[in-house]
């Protein structure tokens, strides 16, 4: 079946824009989670969703990086106000339930702001 | 200090070689631990979880050491195949993965 998916798959902005990433779970999986991640890092966590409620943003680096999933499937990352340092491989994964079980990833935005 | 620690490396080894790479957590708290695989400009899949008792899934083997908070992944007759970047990594609360910078694998013919 599908995959997760990501769009778009790569975004130049210039410093200053807003940008809004999108990902497209795997049909049915309830949590939704988006990573960052820098060149030659780990993902790092960014912001959880159980179905469409956020429950866990402690990730986000700043109040200009905002998540939504308004009805519990598709979910939006915006980046408000871009900065160069918020260059990096955006990441979405799903997983079916709550809990630590696997989580399947997207293939990535890979965020460039100059 | 992060919260999950791997040697970046790169590990060089010839086709048919044992490797093994260690990853330490900070956080005593942490629930269950898992070892992922990226290949480059890749996203991260599940390579296998890791169990307190040991677990192994072909060439694969991991191990857990809650006292020392250490976790291992040894792969036994690498395959070129093989090469990418393992990521070593925690869950602590919830659903939250915290990932360690991962080990990168490079396997020569």
């Known amino acids: 079946g599908a995959g997760v998916s990501q769009s778009p798959r790569y975004k130049v902005a210039k410093r200053g824009q807003d940008v809004a990433l999108r990902c497209d779970p795997i049909s049915g999986h309830v949590s939704l989670f988006w990573y960052q991640q820098a060149l030659g890092q780990g993902p790092e966590f960014l912001t959880y969703?159980?179905?469409?409620?956020?429950?866990?943003k402690s990730g986000l680096p700043s109040d200009r990086f905002f998540a939504e999933r308004p009805e519990g499937s598709v979910s939006t990352l915006k980046i408000q106000r871009t900065q160069q340092e918020d260059s990096a491989v955006y990441l979405c994964a799903s997983s079916l339930i709550h809990g630590p079980y696997e989580q399947y990833f997207g293939p990535g935005t890979r965020l460039t702001v100059t | 200090r992060k919260e999950v620690e791997q040697d970046p490396g790169p590990f060089n080894v010839p086709e048919g070689a044992t490797v093994a790479f260690n990853c330490t957590y900070s956080n005593s708290a942490s629930q269950s631990f898992f070892w992922y695989r990226q290949d480059c400009r890749k996203e991260p899949k599940l390579l296998m979880s890791?169990?307190?008792s040991g677990n192994e899934d072909g060439r694969f083997t991991a191990q857990l050491n809650r006292a020392s908070q250490y976790i291992s992944l040894l792969i036994r007759d690498s395959k070129l195949s093989d090469s990418a970047t393992y990521l070593c990594v925690v869950n602590r609360r919830g659903n939250m993965l915290t990932f360690g910078g991962g080990t990168r694998l490079m396997v020569k013919p």
């Open positions: 969703f159980q179905n469409e409620a956020q429950l866990d």
């Open positions: 890791v169990y307190s």
